[in-house]
């Protein structure tokens, strides 16, 4: 099978030279941002100087963004991994039936490192409960992947629909049927707040034993998922957002 070509845009400028269009890539993040053109400025040899054009974002944002920059590219790296929520947290259990509890541990090059650990061995002795630290991206990752492939069975969508549109009559099943067939697809793509909501969403609990792990679905939890994956949800999020 041959694969599809892919055509990229290109113009023309003043002085007739043809200009290829370029993929967005983190180098290109970077120039845009360093860009003062858009604090209503224009540059002349290596000086920049007030334009006459409006600016299209303020100093105060601008000298926000520039104090991230200045930032050690590690500390800001360190800083966003301490900002990832716990996936599980809530949800997670041992085979006792006790709860795992995040924890994490930073090393001192600022590294940080997430775990769940049982706490049946944090209130007696570590090995209490028969299982070890868990690695928090690991147990994550083992979840998400069952969940995915629960999503992307073939005859899923097919089960749930119609019981999605018995609760809301007004879904259209052809459109709730593509944007659920995206969600697998813009995953990664997702905030990890968002990503945890829709786990939470779906999930009633985890459990963990030394060899195996069980996750347990919530009643009409992939229902309301597709409810909310409807074109009509995702309007109302985006009119909220404005």
Do not use: C
Request: glycine fraction near 4%.
């Amino acid at each position: 099978m041959k694969g599809k070509r892919r055509h990229k845009k290109s113009w023309v400028t003043q002085d007739a030279k043809v200009r290829q269009s370029r993929l967005i890539d983190k180098s290109l993040i970077y120039k845009i941002l360093n860009n003062r053109t858009y604090l209503g400025e224009l540059r002349h040899k290596e000086q920049w100087y007030q334009a006459e054009h409006q600016p299209l974002i303020d100093r105060e944002l601008w000298d926000k963004v520039h104090a991230i920059f200045a930032t050690n590219s590690r500390v800001r790296g360190n800083d966003t991994r301490s900002k990832v929520p716990y996936l599980l947290k809530g949800i997670v259990f041992g085979n006792d039936g006790r709860a795992l509890s995040p924890w994490h541990t930073t090393k001192k090059n600022g590294r940080r490192y997430r775990y769940y650990i049982p706490q049946h061995d944090t209130k007696e002795h570590a090995g209490a409960s028969g299982l070890p630290r868990l690695p928090a991206a690991e147990l994550e990752s083992a979840v998400l992947d069952q969940l995915r492939a629960i999503l992307r069975a073939p005859d899923l969508l097919s089960e749930v629909i119609p019981q999605a549109i018995k609760l809301d009559p007004t879904l259209e099943e052809a459109k709730v049927t593509v944007a659920m067939t995206r969600l697998d697809a813009i995953w990664e793509q997702l905030f990890p707040a968002e990503q945890a909501r829709i786990v939470k969403l779906l999930v009633e609990k985890v459990i963990v034993s030394p060899n195996d792990l069980e996750v347990r679905l919530r009643a009409n939890g992939i229902e309301r998922l597709v409810l909310e994956m409807s074109p009509k949800s995702i309007e109302q999020e985006k009119e909220a957002m404005v």
